[in-house]
T-cell receptor, first 113, second 114 residues
Framework: GDSVTQMEGPVTLSEEAFLTINCTYT??????LFWYVQYPGEGLQLLLK?????DKGSNKGFEATYRKETTSFHLEKGSVQVSDSAVYFC????????????FGKGITLSVRP | DAMVIQNPRYQVTQFGKPVTLSCSQT?????MYWYQQKSSQAPKLLFH???????NEADTPDNFQSRRPNTSFCFLDIRSPGLGDAAMYLC?????????????FGPGTRLTVL
């Protein structure tokens, strides 16, 4: 079945450090890929997305590139801020009337001043 | 702004006392989802509506039911809440014709069972 694997966490960084969160996937078809962010006590917010190979999703300084050859969608940010502290979920979805989101386990990022 | 709204944000109920959580959306999306999220875990899909068609996940307990009276509203009914049902409940919507297939989430309802 379809699955998403995220690197183990939690991750703690100092402000202005470089961030990489690894995400790889397995899918029977050609999925759309997403990064969602969840701040404490809130719902999930779509951070960025990509729908085909070599697409780069970007938002708020975060980027991820859809790599079909390595089945990966790693999240990067050049300089993290304290306000980036949250839980990050990588997810995929196939097309179709009853398609579903398949989530990774999520990773907690803490950024210290 | 178009959005997904969940009420209430916090709900406290007693063991075995039925409770209903509400979700509404102004996005005019035809698909609506209910997820359960426990601490430090990914959301778990309970069921979804594609228009009026109800789709239950195989491992969703019978204790959980849902209603979608119209496009804008969807309800989650927990018939006899147990202590293990304490969680964050997330509603999400999707426009089936979207090229990206992304889901839009509400802020969630935190359910406490006493």
């Amino acid at each position: 079945g379809d699955s998403v694997t995220q690197m183990e966490g939690p991750v703690t960084l100092s402000e202005e450090a470089f961030l990489t969160i690894n995400c790889t996937y397995t899918a029977t078809g050609y999925p759309s890929l997403f990064w969602y962010v969840q701040y404490p006590g809130e719902g999930l917010q779509l951070l960025l997305k990509a729908t085909k190979a070599d697409d780069k999703g970007s938002n708020k300084g975060f980027e991820a590139t859809y790599r079909k050859e390595t089945t990966s969608f790693h999240l990067e940010k050049g300089s993290v801020q304290v306000s980036d502290s949250a839980v990050y979920f990588c997810a995929l979805s196939l097309t179709g009337a009853n398609s579903k989101l398949t989530f990774g386990k999520g990773i907690t990022l803490s950024v210290r001043p | 702004d178009a959005m997904v709204i969940q009420n209430p944000r916090y709900q406290v109920t007693q063991f075995g006392k039925p409770v209903t959580l509400s979700c509404s959306q102004t996005l005019n999306h035809n698909v609506m989802y209910w997820y359960q999220q426990k601490s430090s875990q990914a959301p778990k899909l309970l069921f979804h509506y594609y228009d009026k068609d109800f789709n239950n996940e195989a491992d969703t307990p019978d204790n959980f039911q849902s209603r979608r009276p119209n496009t804008s509203f969807c309800f989650l009914d927990i018939r006899s809440p147990g202590l293990g049902d304490a969680a964050m409940y997330l509603c999400a919507t999707k426009l089936q014709t979207s090229a990206y297939n992304e889901q839009f989430f509400g802020p969630g309802t935190r359910l406490t069972v006493l």
